[in-house]
């Protein structure tokens, strides 16, 4: 029958127990278990190993852990607060002044010739500026015309005419009147084109007048007047080919200006040259080659003539004896609206120009030179 004992004191743990038990030890070889039995040792389990080191610390007591743990944190704060190295350790009061912030002295003198001369230089290519930009005229505005009507080479016509004005200096503006009704398509052409227009109707009947055009000059001549637009009017049939340098030689027109214009006959294989015949700028006289045209006044083309627009709505500037609107006449023969027109608008050749002058011209038809103006393309 196996006997309980009550543990030993301390000083007694050398004494191992009987029947097999196994007990702690505080001999020097520093054994934890050991039996009767030294043969087979009890087996160590996790919950054994702790509760043995729980008890050695208890046994041994906390303070030295604690001592220890003390000593090596000294160690350590006294290694990290060491200098390894030479810092400058020299204070001065000049390392907390404010920076100095006042700008550099510059030493200025009225008098020195460097400083008037550059002044002097500058001042005067301001004045220069001024004087040359004084100089500068801004350029005329031209007022083209242009009458349409619904056709199938219509849009081709227009598109055409609508590149070359797009082409031209501004201020241009197009001025396109249609017969009755304004037409979408041709909206929609002017403006892809990106040309400044103005899209007018003539609302009158020209089923009876051989040239279906004049009403619809009207209407943009009646436009013109009503709204008092500044600048150059040109008549600018769709069907007709021009050059730039007609546009650009326009601007130079005062009152009215004049030009011949080639012309291709459809009976005949053949151009023929109608307008002015000029010395230098001034109207001397006309080319014709039609015997039934050689009783009009002015011999000239519906696309060879421009003049200034305040003729229409401003008589007194150019000393106009009467104030009727200047039109086109319906009731006159094809063939004199030409004619008909200028007589309106000037007394004789006197008031007129030529646009621009240029050197001789040679006429094939008649094998004369003539010094005449310069020749745009008319179709």
């Known amino acids: 029958m196996a006997s309980i004992r009550r543990t030993l004191s301390p000083a007694f743990h050398t004494r191992s127990y009987q029947n097999g038990a196994g007990g702690f030890s505080s001999s020097p070889s520093n054994k934890l278990f050991h039996s009767g039995n030294t043969k087979h040792p009890p087996s160590s389990t996790p919950s054994t190993l702790l509760f043995s080191a729980v008890n050695l610390i208890y046994r041994r007591g906390w303070r030295r852990s604690f001592c220890r743990c003390f000593f090596f944190f000294l160690i350590g704060l006294l290694l990290g607060i060491a200098s390894f190295g030479h810092m400058d350790t020299d204070i001065r009061a000049e390392d907390f002044a404010p920076p100095d912030l006042r700008p550099p002295h510059v030493d200025l003198q009225l008098e020195d010739p460097i400083v008037s001369h550059v002044a002097l230089a500058v001042n005067t290519r301001l004045e220069e500026q001024k004087d040359v930009a004084g100089s500068i005229e801004p350029l005329k505005q031209l007022i083209v015309v242009t009458p349409t009507y619904n056709r199938g080479s219509q849009a081709y016509f227009l598109n055409r005419l609508g590149q070359v004005l797009r082409l031209v200096k501004p201020p241009l503006v197009w001025i396109v009147v249609e017969e009755k009704t304004v037409s979408s398509e041709t909206a929609e052409i002017l403006r892809k084109t990106g040309v400044m227009y103005r ?118 500037r150019w000393g106009r004896p009467f104030s009727n609107p200047i039109r086109q006449l319906d009731t006159v023969k094809e063939g004199f609206q030409e004619t008909t027109f200028i007589e309106q608008v000037v007394e004789d050749e006197s008031q007129m120009e030529g646009v621009p002058p240029a050197p001789q011209l040679f006429d094939a038809e008649e094998g004369i030179n003539d010094c005449a103006c310069v020749l745009p393309s008319g179709a």
């Open 199 to 316: 899209h007018v109707v003539s609302t009158r009947n020209s089923t009876n007048v051989k040239d279906r055009g004049v009403h619809q000059r009207n209407a943009a001549l009646e436009h013109i007047e009503r709204h008092k637009l500044d600048g150059i009017v040109f008549f600018a049939d769709d069907d007709n080919v021009y050059t730039l340098e007609l546009f650009e030689s326009l601007r130079t027109i005062s009152r009215f200006g004049t030009w011949p214009v080639a012309m291709l006959e459809r009976s005949k294989n053949k151009a023929i040259l109608e307008g002015p015949v000029c010395n230098a700028s001034r109207v001397v006289g006309w080319h014709t080659n039609e015997k039934s045209k050689r009783l009009r006044r002015f011999h000239v083309d519906m696309s060879g003539f421009a003049f200034n627009s305040t003729i229409l709505w401003d008589p007194k």
